[in-house]
């Protein structure tokens, strides 16, 4: 809980200094569609399990509201994530979930044109999962935690209304309280901005 009261209030933090150091400047708001793939896998403490990347999908939202060189960009995704866990006994469990992750990522833009830009970006990320297919193994499923937060970062390319993300996200709470998991992902994301 304490972590995610800190990541939330540094996120909060970032944002604010953001948005007062560039007020004078004029505002951009834009909202968008963005679908796109995420290889995920579960970090574990125990040395019996060892996660492996899965294929899955996101689509959803976007919005961004520009400040000249920096912008403040929102998701809500929906997430379908697969991985699964190899044991040292040769044997094997896959696990599938749902989920929705709302990103907030501050960004900036390196290249900055009316029709192309470069950017890096950075963040938090508050994920809910549900629908929940784990495993065959029970104490997997008995001890996962629905609710997680992470931080996120990345590189983008927009052209006119195009947008391409590509991003690594990690977990800053376990998922599985019996092995102390954590889920970590890359994601290759293409979005439209609508206007």
């Given at each position: 809980m ?16 953001s ?15 963005k ?12 040395s ?18 520009d400040?000249?060189h ?19 006994d040769?044997?094997s469990?896959?696990?599938?979930w ?6 907030i ?11 192309f ?21 029970k ?18 390319i ?7 993300d ?11 309280k019996e ?13 439209y901005?609508?206007?």
């Amino acid at each position: 809980m304490k972590q995610r009261f800190l990541a939330l209030s540094s996120l909060f933090a970032c944002i604010t200094c953001s948005v007062d150091a560039n007020a004078q400047q004029t505002l951009a708001f834009h909202i968008g569609i963005k679908g796109g793939t995420n290889f995920t896998k579960m970090s574990s403490e125990s040395s019996a399990l060892e996660g492996k990347y899965g294929l899955g999908y996101q689509t959803g939202m976007m919005t961004r509201v520009d400040f000249n060189h920096l912008y403040v960009q929102g998701e809500v995704l929906f997430n379908k994530r697969k991985t699964s866990y190899e044991m040292k006994d040769g044997s094997s469990s896959k696990l599938k979930w749902n989920s929705i992750n709302v990103p907030i990522v501050i960004g900036y833009k390196i290249v900055n044109n009316k029709d192309f830009n470069i950017r890096a970006f950075a963040g938090g990320v508050y994920s809910y999962a549900f629908n929940d297919n784990l495993s065959t193994t029970k104490v997997l499923q008995e001890g996962f935690n629905k609710f997680n937060v992470g931080i996120t970062g990345g590189v983008g390319i927009d052209y006119k209304n195009f947008s391409v993300d590509l991003r690594y996200e990690t977990g800053l709470s376990s998922i599985s309280k019996e092995f102390k998991s954590k889920p970590h992902s890359f994601s290759l994301g293409i979005g439209y901005f609508l206007f």
